[in-house]
């Protein structure tokens, strides 16, 4: 039955620390999924956070083609070999950032000098207080008086707990001389003063020459052990730990975080044979929907806040300044108080004409007054006068009589002067209420006028003077109104001022329709010009994509380079080695490498150089196009307030 699992395809990568480890298989890391009967096999290899592990025998079928690279340094192992060598012709060799094994020497102008007072007695006590205190909070059973007094075989357990808790995946072996490992671990774990320590004192690690040395490098591994706590316990996000993301976060380490988790939980679903990561998917997806539900609600309040400022804007644009409206309304004032200041005039004169009338009447009632006293004193003369007449009594029945039918006269006289009297009151109440009404009338004409602004009238009729005036004091009816003619005069200017009002409002109501017209194509061109608009943003929004990607092929055709780059190192180092065993036959074949590493190291610098020139295109594209949409922009706002 054939194999359905996915094999590698390049061998195994060398054990680096092939000398330095047991022959004991490593144990598998607990997160990593066990080996099923019909599993894939790993193309990349487990994440390494660890340095890689050669697998044993039998735990773990799965095999490597490629290294995880992981940025944080405090999260590598110090373990790891070295990545990439010094170019041929260098005669200096730079060391790697990670020490491989125990066969990295520091140079002589690494060399440093240990400044702590190691001898002092004092130090010395506080030193043994504090890894006393580290290894008893981290469970090590260890005493005061065995640390003052220890022995190698606690020195080596302390080391080796130590260093297994800054690196658990450091290869110390049960079976090896801890001679041999001491100084690498310590090298490998980037201790300034290792090459101050002689392995001879690990003989007698409490003697008085080596113990100050031995318990310094103890406590300086105790300072980094509390270092690293301190640091997994931050929740920095350099720790890349998904739990600790927060729901709304923008560290690229966050990002990064996320990533690698998906990467994991997709590679061991592919693993399983399932080409479809619906569940990473899902769980990505969920994230970052948690992760821009607030940037969407600020974002919807921002829109509304922009939408209403907009509003505003617009209406303040569209509605004329304060200041111009107040101004109109002081002219407004302004005419409104010289046509009161007219009115108040006509006024004046109308209660000066009717003080005149009321003295006028106060007169006439003096004068009727004394022609009464008059007419009663005529009255006593004549009946004195009769009675001083000697009369016969023919004659005193015939005065008599008429005496009494001049009374009866008098009694019918008086009687029509009192209906007469009566008629009078209630004409003179008809006369005053008409009088009062076309008063009234008068008064609502000139307001209309004053309304109206035809006081005095427009051209052409300006010479016409509109106003009507009532003198109810004259007591010719011709002159009752003053002022011109109504039918001959005021009728005829009011129906041509009429007549011209209406032309001009069916001009302004042409007018009206025009700018109306105007306005919607306005209108349409406007959104013409935003769907221009969104259509550029578009091609912008390519462009950059466009811009990405090619960045993204440069990056890779990079990576390839480097990648080739590098195996043209190691051939040229095998070369080297090869000419300097067999002689000096192969150095056409080394001169012949190093063109060919020259060729590839050219051909690298002119892929950055069109990456480069094709980034500043697309740039300068971009800067180009923003440039004439602002311009168009700025037409079009332009157009908009000339209108």
């Known amino acids: 039955m054939a194999d359905l699992r996915r094999r590698s395809m390049m061998p195994p990568p060398p054990d680096t620390y092939g000398a330095g480890r047991s022959g004991i298989p490593q144990p598998v890391p607990s997160t990593i999924k066990k080996p099923t009967a019909n599993m894939r096999m790993s193309l990349t290899g487990p994440a390494l956070r660890a340095p890689y592990q050669t697998p044993g025998p039998s735990h773990n079928p799965r095999q490597s083609m490629m290294r995880s690279q992981n940025a944080n340094p405090l999260l590598q192992s110090t373990t790891k070999p070295n990545y990439g060598r010094t170019p041929l012709n260098s005669s200096t060799r730079h060391g790697s950032l990670w020490a491989a094994g125990g066969n990295v020497a520091p140079s002589g102008s690494q060399t440093l000098k240990d400044t702590r007072p190691l001898r002092d007695r004092q130090y010395q006590t506080k030193m043994r207080q504090e890894i006393l205190s580290y290894l008893q909070g981290s469970g090590f059973d260890i005493s005061m008086a065995s640390l003052a007094n220890i022995t190698g075989k606690d020195f080596r357990a302390i080391f080796d707990f130590l260093v297994l808790t800054l690196d658990p995946s450091h ?79 923008d560290d690229p380490f966050d990002h990064r975080a996320l990533a690698f988790d998906y990467f994991d939980q997709a590679y061991t679903v592919w693993l399983d044979l399932i080409d479809d ?31 209403h400022a907009k509003a505003e804007l617009h209406k303040l644009q569209s509605s004329s300044a304060p200041v111009s409206k107040l101004q109109n309304e002081n002219g407004l ?158 009728k005829p200017t009011l129906s041509s001022v009429a007549e011209s009002k209406r032309a001009e409002r069916a001009s302004l109501e042409s007018e009206r329709i025009k700018v109306d017209n105007e306005l919607d194509q306005l209108t349409l061109e406007c959104e013409n010009v935003e769907e221009e608009i969104g259509e550029l943003e578009r091609k912008v929004v390519a462009l950059g994509e466009q811009a990405e990607d090619l960045r993204e092929a440069a990056q890779r055709e990079a990576n390839v380079a480097s990648a080739e780059a590098a195996r043209l190192e190691r051939e040229l180092a095998h070369a080297r080695t090869a000419a300097l065993a067999s002689g000096m036959g192969v150095k056409s074949r080394l001169q012949a490498l190093q063109f060919d590493y020259n060729e590839k190291m050219e051909k690298i610098s002119r892929l950055k150089e069109e990456t480069v020139r094709a980034i500043i295109k697309n740039s300068h594209d971009i800067a180009m196009f923003k440039e004439e949409v602002s311009r168009h922009l700025r037409e079009l706002r332009e157009f908009a307030e000339g209108d």
């Open 171 to 249: 290869p110390l072996g049960q079976n090896t001389r801890f001679e041999d490992e001491f100084v690498p671990a310590l090298k490998a774990l980037r201790y300034p003063f290792a090459h101050q320590i002689d392995n001879k004192w690990l003989a007698a690690p409490a003697s008085m020459h080596s113990w100050p040395s031995l318990l310094g490098a103890l406590h300086w591994l105790v300072e980094m052990c509390k270092l690293r706590d301190d640091y997994f316990n931050s929740g920095h996000p350099t720790l890349q730990n998904p739990v600790d993301i927060p729901e709304e976060f």
């Open 277 to 307: 990561f619906i569940e990473p998917n899902r769980y990505l997806e969920d994230r970052y929907t948690r992760k821009n539900q607030s940037v969407q609600k600020d974002l919807g309040e921002l829109t509304k806040k922009l939408d």
């Open 333 to 490: 004032l302004t005419a409104d108080s010289e046509k009161f200041q007219k009115i108040l005039q006509q006024y004046e004169g109308r209660k000066k004409k009717l003080i005149d009338t009321i003295a006028y009447e106060k007169a006439e009632l003096g004068t009727g007054a004394a022609h009464l006293e008059q007419l009663k004193q005529e009255h006593a003369r004549l009946s004195e006068v009769v009675k001083e007449q000697n009369l016969t009594p023919e004659e005193v029945i015939r005065m008599n009589t008429d005496h009494e039918m001049l009374s009866r006269n008098l009694e019918d006289l008086k009687l029509k002067i009192a209906e007469t009297h009566k008629v009078v009151m209630t004409l003179e109440v008809t006369v005053t209420n008409r009088a009062e009404a076309a008063e009234e009338a008068l008064d609502a004409y000139t307001n209309l006028l004053s309304s109206l602004e035809l006081l005095p009238p427009l051209p052409p009729f300006q010479d016409v003077d509109l106003t009507l005036e009532l003198n109810t004091a004259t007591s010719n009816p011709q002159l009752l109104l003053l002022g011109a003619d109504i039918r001959k005069v005021i």
